[in-house]
């Protein structure tokens, strides 16, 4: 008996093992070391694989060393084991991905069509299993989402009844907004558009989609579309792989957008024209409040108000602001705190100024908490 319980206590502490997530770092470790394997380096993790097929970290670092196959390489064998690891990961972790799911990149995608590694027998098969996974798990949105990212490419139709079924109108704004520009797929290495085909932008489901995006007029899909549109197409432009001027729709979405969703900080990020040859438009980051204090080089003191001090109110007003590229804020939204104190709270920080942040060498956009604390003095 004694034995048995100690067996149930470790089998339950090994699931509880399996069942951690993985952090972002850990598992960006894993594809820098998959990018630097040698072919003999793979074979060695291939056979270790076939030994222990729940080798997480070592399929990991093979879907990754197949994502950008060396010089020479056998590409009719490389999308064979891809093909292993993609659908064991379907099977196995439709929600997490191995982790992969949770950081920026593309390792796990299959298209049907569009580039060296394209792969219409497993895309099927693929898409067959994320089907299968909603019916498995009917519930889970996150499920959904992850089985429309994989399939909406090639089966836009499949996809929108997927988001439909799901009532996920903005996930319906993105899917026809990737329509409309005629997008291929994303990219193996990160979540940038890889490409853009006038052929997928004549086809009917496009049509219908530019279309429904002229009407449309519920918040979250305008808003999602608006973001797709004007975001996904000026990378596609900057790269020099969209011929077709998206910015008249994408446009006009962003009017609709920010009518229906005022206060969406989003929005203003935007870049509402294209932009010129290797132009990237500017990210943005979500920085904690006491990281990006730091970066503060200008703050106005919000003023107590004496009537509001006579009445005994302190507190902390809750914020979060969207810093410009140049540093200055473009927005302030209250979350929490006494409502005597907000308007006060706001007019100051709307003054304040930081150093612009910057994103692979470049100035981006920062959302950020501001806290401001009102404490009435001991007597």
Not at 119 to 133: G, H, V, Y
Not at 200 to 211: D, I, K, S, T, Y
Not at 306 to 319: A, D, E, K, L, S
């Amino acid at each position: 008996m004694k034995t048995f319980v100690v067996i149930v206590v470790a089998a339950a502490l090994l699931s509880s093992l399996h069942a951690r997530p993985r952090e972002s770092r850990e598992t960006f470790d894993f594809l820098k070391k998959g990018r630097d394997l040698s072919p003999k380096d793979a074979e060695k993790l291939e056979e270790s694989v076939k030994k222990n097929p729940d080798n997480e970290e070592a399929r990991i670092q093979l879907l990754s060393y197949y994502a950008a196959p060396k010089a020479g390489a056998d590409l009719s064998a490389v999308k064979a084991a891809r093909a292993s690891h993609i659908l064991w990961l379907i099977e196995n972790d439709p929600k997490d991905g191995l982790g992969l799911f949770q950081v920026i990149t593309g390792v796990y995608r299959v298209h049907c069509d569009g580039d060296e590694l394209a792969d219409p027998e497993t895309f099927k098969r693929a898409s067959e299993i994320w089907l299968s996974q909603i019916k498995k798990n009917p519930k889970d949105a996150e499920i959904r989402r992850r089985a429309v990212d994989a399939i909406k490419f090639c089966s836009p139709e499949q996809a929108e009844q997927i988001l439909t079924e799901g009532k996920d109108r903005s996930g319906l704004g993105t899917l026809y907004a990737t329509a409309a520009l005629g997008i291929t797929g994303q990219s193996y290495l990160n979540s940038d558009p890889a490409g853009s085909d006038p052929k997928l932008r004549e086809r009917a489901f496009a049509v219908q989609a530019r279309e429904i995006l002229q009407e449309a007029k519920d918040k979250d899909l305008v808003v999602a579309a608006a973001g797709t549109m004007l975001r996904e197409g000026a990378i596609l432009w900057a790269d020099g792989k969209l011929d077709w001027d998206y910015t008249p729709l994408g446009n006009s979405l962003l009017v609709k957008a920010k009518s229906l969703a005022p206060d969406n900080m989003m929005l203003l990020t935007l870049p509402t024209a294209p932009p010129g040859p290797g132009q990237r438009p500017p990210g943005t980051m979500r920085i904690g409040g006491n990281a990006q204090e730091r970066m503060l080089v200008h703050k106005v003191t919000p003023s107590y108000p004496p009537i509001v001090r006579n009445m005994g109110i302190q507190g902390v007003v809750q914020m979060t602001a969207l810093i410009g590229l140049d540093g200055k804020i473009l927005q302030v939204h209250p979350e929490a705190g006494p409502e005597e104190l907000i308007p006060g709270s706001i007019e100051a920080v709307r003054q304040w100024e930081y150093k612009p942040t910057l994103l692979n060498g470049k100035p981006c956009f920062v959302i950020t908490r501001i806290d401001v604390n009102y404490k009435l003095s001991a007597r």
